[in-house]
């Protein structure tokens, strides 16, 4: 190393030390306290997220998320409050130190680059900040650690319309199961109402059981409520308990929704935001139109898609609507014979449309199929089932669901 860097070296440590003199002190003072603001922030947040998920879901009644909603956002403003009074008593000296430092430190580091820089070496800065976010990851609390945080900070119970009644009942549940262990649907009401009430703890207990009932038959919707009630019980804080369940469903169900959700929050709460655009990209595009977090993950990606590296990311439009659902046709056996006919072939068509110029999942598929088989329109169900089977010629999943629909909608012979 030649004299003129290393003199570049030390001006530099120099005006670094000039700094930090002068800012430990104050920089002490306030690490802790913004950190403690920023934490508190974050689950204050994700806890009018999960109010906002909880009403669309039903789990809460409409009073008790207002109210419940009006208690967090009073705290958020107490918070916002005191952080700006930090914020303005430490003052400008500091920053205009410095902007001295920068100035000096960038053209130091250019001179001394273009002497001893190579610029093919790996970029250890990113290798460092994945290092980083793999050991936030492996730091994290557990789920139980989570669950006491959580209720210390918002304690119970939540008050809503309906409670006096709702709490005998649960307990003469919860007393009838005593005596019955092996009843999976028992179980599966106390999982639901306990969550109703707040007690999260028990429902995630009660929900296990379900699971543990089910053996290795377990259905991934119930994987799929047990991760739900989990990040409830924490304030919508990704525990490495629900990452094991998160990568259970996702095994068998790699497009869940729920899993895909919870596990971009799991990736934004530990520095990887990259993958959460990844995964939360894939969430949109699988999302029904009154998906709970949809809304919530619109808004969310172009920011990350800036972080993530990637500036021309569009939004997509959102979701349109999936065609006729099982439900939408068993209702519709109860209509007249033309009612129904015109129920349906107007569902119908516009996932026909849909499917023509987007394209889908093979499950869109496998629903038109069924779809075109109620309304006997033979010919034209051969023909999709002909595409599908072209479209997901690679995919030996898709092509047996798209084969169980042919079956369904009386196309056995193809």
Not at 116 to 121: C, F, L
């Amino acid at each position: 190393m030649t004299f003129g860097q290393i003199a570049g070296f030390a001006l530099i440590l120099l005006m670094v030390g000039v700094v930090l003199w002068r800012a430990v002190s104050r920089a002490g003072r306030q690490a802790e306290a913004a950190n403690g603001q920023e934490r508190a922030m974050r689950v204050y947040r994700d806890q009018l997220a999960e109010i906002d998920r909880d009403l669309a879901r039903g789990i809460i009644p409409s009073d008790e998320a207002e109210r419940t909603k009006l208690e967090v956002q009073r705290r958020i403003l107490e918070l916002d409050r005191d952080a700006r009074g930090d914020r303005q008593a430490a003052g400008s000296g500091p920053r205009l130190a410095a902007l001295g430092v920068l100035a000096v430190m960038l053209a130091g580091a250019v001179g001394v680059y273009w002497s001893v820089g190579v610029p093919t070496y790996p970029d250890m800065p990113l290798l460092d900040r994945h290092a980083q976010a793999q050991q936030a990851r492996a730091d994290r609390p557990g789920q139980a650690e989570l669950e006491a945080q959580y209720a210390e900070a918002f304690p119970g119970p939540f008050e809503f319309q309906g409670r006096d009644q709702l709490e005998p009942m649960v307990q003469q549940l919860r007393e009838a199961l005593v005596t019955r262990p092996e009843d999976a649907t028992g179980f599966r009401l106390l999982a639901q109402n306990e969550a109703r009430l707040g007690n999260y703890r028990p429902a995630i207990e009660a929900q296990l059981r379900v699971i543990e009932l089910a053996e290795d038959r377990v259905p991934v919707d119930d994987l799929a409520y047990l991760l739900d009630l989990m990040a409830l019980a924490t304030g919508g804080i990704v525990s490495p308990e629900q990452e094991a369940v998160i990568e259970r469903i996702l095994r068998s169900d790699p497009e869940n929704p729920i899993a895909l959700y919870y596990s971009g929050r799991l990736y934004a709460q530990t520095g990887r935001p990259d993958l959460t655009f990844r995964l939360w990209r894939r969430l949109h595009d699988v999302s029904a139109p009154d998906a709970p977090w949809l809304e919530e993950v619109r808004a969310a990606l172009p920011e990350l898609a800036q972080i993530s590296g990637a500036p021309r990311y569009q939004l997509p439009p959102p979701p349109s609507p999936r065609g006729p659902s099982a439900a939408d046709i068993e209702a519709a056996q109860d209509m007249t014979p033309e009612q129904r006919q015109e129920m349906i072939a107007g569902m119908v068509d516009g996932m026909l449309a849909r499917l023509a110029n987007e394209g889908g999942p093979p499950q869109d598929w496998a629903q038109l199929l069924r779809a075109l088989g109620v309304l006997e329109r033979r010919d034209q169900a051969s023909a999709i089932l002909q595409e599908a089977r072209t479209v997901f010629a690679a995919d030996e999943n898709a092509l047996a669901l798209i084969n169980e629909a042919a079956r369904a909608a009386g196309l056995t012979g193809e």
